[in-house]
């Protein structure tokens, strides 16, 4: 089945330092989107990547789709100590049940 | 923007009961709703696909008799633990999808506590 491995598990940066997170899948995806859960929360949808190629930028963060649509990957510039979280990437499979595979997520915390 | 209800928030039972725990689409049609589980500083696991009026789709390795899915509105997906044993314990997340697109949100989960 379809599996998704997201790097690194853990990243500690102090503020104001840069953060990426990566995520590959064993499979071509129809879309991947990234969730951020702080601790003790729910996921909360940041994206959706659909396009091959695809880059977006919020604010001082950036998410990329690869050219084949099996990796991508979230950049925060300038990481601040409101960043703090566990990232998800997930990979939408195909067909109409739309079901996501997580990532193991990368947990980020930020030294003021 | 969309809003996912799951309730309750937090829940405690005995051994050996059983507990229901309700996901709901407040402002949209979600045909599609998704079961997770979480462990503690780990991924979701998906559970269970439920589709309105179907049964529901289990991913392998999950008992359906044990966690017994019913979606029987647009609006309403439950997911009931029965014969509820310490190992169940965990945080239950549902998520549902929107109908006229391809975005999904998720409730704001359920923490289970089996004693």
């Known amino acids: 089945g379809q599996q998704v491995m997201q790097i690194p598990q853990y990243q500690h940066v102090q503020e104001g330092e840069d953060f990426t997170t990566y995520c590959n899948s064993s499979?071509?995806?129809?879309?991947i989107q990234w969730y951020k859960q702080r601790p003790g929360g729910h996921p909360v949808f940041l994206i959706q990547?659909?396009?091959?190629?695809e880059v977006k930028k919020q604010k001082r963060l950036t998410f990329q789709f690869g050219e084949a649509k099996k990796n991508s990957s979230l950049h925060i510039t300038a990481t601040q100590t409101t960043d703090v979280g566990t990232y998800f990437c997930a990979g939408a499979g195909w067909g109409s049940n739309y079901k996501l595979t997580f990532g193991k997520g990368t947990l980020l915390t930020v030294n003021p | 923007g969309a809003v996912v209800s799951q309730h309750p928030s937090r829940v405690i039972c005995k051994s050996g009961t059983s507990v229901k725990i309700e996901c709901r689409s407040l402002?949209?049609?979600?045909?599609?709703m998704f079961w997770y589980r979480q462990f503690p500083k780990k991924s979701l696991m998906l559970m269970a696909t439920s589709n309105e009026g179907s049964k529901a789709t289990y991913e392998q390795g999950v008992e359906k008799d044990k966690f017994l899915i019913n979606h029987a509105s647009l609006t309403l997906s439950t997911l009931t633990v029965t014969s509820a044993h310490p190992e169940d314990s965990s945080f239950y997340i549902c998520s549902a999808r929107d109908y006229s697109g391809n975005t999904i949100y998720f409730g704001e989960g359920s923490w289970l506590t089996v004693v």
């Open positions: 990547l659909v396009k091959s190629g």
């Open positions: 499979t071509t995806l129809s879309n």
């Open positions: 402002d949209f049609q979600a045909t599609t």
